[in-house]
Nanobody
Framework: QVQVVESGGGLAQAGGSLRLSCTIS????????MAWFRQAPGKEREFVAA????????EYGDSVKGRFTVSTDNVRNTFFLQMNKLKPEDTAVYFC???????????????????WGRGTQVTVSS
């Protein structure tokens, strides 16, 4: 059974940092892409970042490029999102997602990811 569990959200000041963690169990961790999405109140879910094992590369949404970085810990089956230079507009619920259906294709739509965590709240004060 696949389980996706996020942690690490909380309150930060503008300009500060937070690191989110996503532990994925029940899968072969280093085979399929993983992603972070976020959803602010009244808005659609937005792509934040994703990582592909096939070539070890990550891609980021335009609104977070240069500020957020993903990384992995293969021993602990954990996927991280390091968020720096936080802005009030980063306030959202952040979701971790796993795509078990492909190893190669690059998808940025939430509809392409089949396993999700429950989300963790990030609030950035100005």
């Amino acid at each position: 059974q696949v389980q996706v569990v996020e942690s690490g959200g909380g309150l930060a000041q503008a300009g500060g940092s937070l690191r989110l963690s996503c532990t994925i169990s029940g899968v072969t961790f280093d085979q399929h892409p993983m992603a972070w999405f976020r959803q602010a109140p009244g808005k659609e879910r937005e792509f934040v970042a994703a990582f592909w094992w096939t070539d070890g590369t990550a891609e980021y949404g335009d609104s977070v490029k240069g500020r957020f970085t993903v990384s992995t810990d293969n021993v602990r089956n954990t996927f991280f999102l390091q968020m720096n230079k936080l802005k009030p507009e980063d306030t959202a619920v952040y979701f971790c997602a796993y795509n078990s259906r492909t190893s190669v294709h690059r998808y940025y739509s939430e509809h392409r990811y089949d396993y999700w965590g429950r989300g963790t709240q990030v609030t950035v004060s100005s």
